[in-house]
């Protein structure tokens, strides 16, 4: 029903906000992804929405792209998923982090998200696998590979998920799992 709002930032109070639409305050609440790339109080500012109309509430979701909004959409349809629980995900994952633990399987990384236990994981790799392929654009099955070893050996090592995959962008496309691993090591140490 409401697909985007447009106004000014009243208030921010993770993970709420106001917006002010021509003197209406519309109650947002938005992934932490989100809320980290806000502009300041009195900002002009716009949101994909996902309105959520129950019994006992009216609620509206906030995002600053459309693969956040897909990306929710899709999580609230698998059973068990509600809003929150999205939301949380959102909050504890990118997009594209969330699509490469859905690709590779790694239940690990989605129990680190407050409120997702190892059942709730596996279900969400089951249902989403083949559903976020767009989020995560792999340039050919053997390089992925690669770079899914590569990421799996990085965090093995001790980095995090974030480190990992930013050390991923600097490697040439076909490089190999050990050569990979020994420059992004590198890239990491500088």
Same mark, same amino acid.
């Not at 949101?47 to 609620?59: G, I, M, N, P, S």
């Not at 965090?155 to 799992?177: F, I, Q």
């Given at each position: 029903m409401i697909g985007r709002l447009t106004g000014i930032l009243a208030e921010k109070s993770p993970p709420q906000l106001l917006v002010d639409v021509n003197g209406?305050?519309? =109650?947002? &609440?938005?992934?932490?992804?989100? %809320?980290?790339n806000l502009p300041g109080l009195g900002e002009r500012?716009? *949101? #994909?929405?996902? %309105?959520?109309? !129950? /019994?006992?509430?009216? +609620?509206?979701y906030g995002f600053l792209t459309h693969d956040e909004r897909a990306t929710f959409r899709q999580l609230v349809k698998i059973s068990g998923v509600g809003p929150r629980t999205a939301l949380s995900i959102l909050s504890g994952l990118s997009v594209t982090e969330l699509a490469q633990a859905v690709s590779l399987q790694e239940s690990g990384r989605l129990v680190k998200v407050p409120g997702i236990g190892?059942?709730?994981? /596996?279900?969400? #790799?089951? =249902? *989403?696998?083949?559903? *976020? @392929? $767009?989020? +995560?654009?792999?340039p050919s099955s053997v390089a992925s590979d690669a770079q899914? $070893?590569?990421?799996?050996? +990085?965090?093995?090592? @001790?980095?995090? &998920? !974030? /480190?990992?995959?930013?050390? #991923?962008?600097?490697?040439?496309? $076909?490089?190999?799992?050990? =050569?990979?691993?020994?420059?992004?090591?590198?890239? *990491?140490? !500088?």
């Open positions: 209406v305050g519309y =109650e947002v &609440d938005v992934p932490m992804s989100s %809320f980290y500012i716009t *949101l #994909l929405t996902h %309105f959520v109309v !129950r /019994e006992d509430a009216q +609620l509206l190892k059942k709730t994981a /596996e279900r969400l #790799l089951l =249902e *989403l696998k083949g559903k *976020l @392929g $767009d989020a +995560l654009s792999a899914a $070893d590569i990421l799996q050996a +990085l965090v093995a090592l @001790g980095y995090s &998920d !974030r /480190e990992a995959a930013a050390s #991923l962008k600097a490697l040439p496309a $076909d490089v190999g799992v050990s =050569e990979g691993i020994k420059l992004a090591l590198k890239a *990491l140490g !500088r």
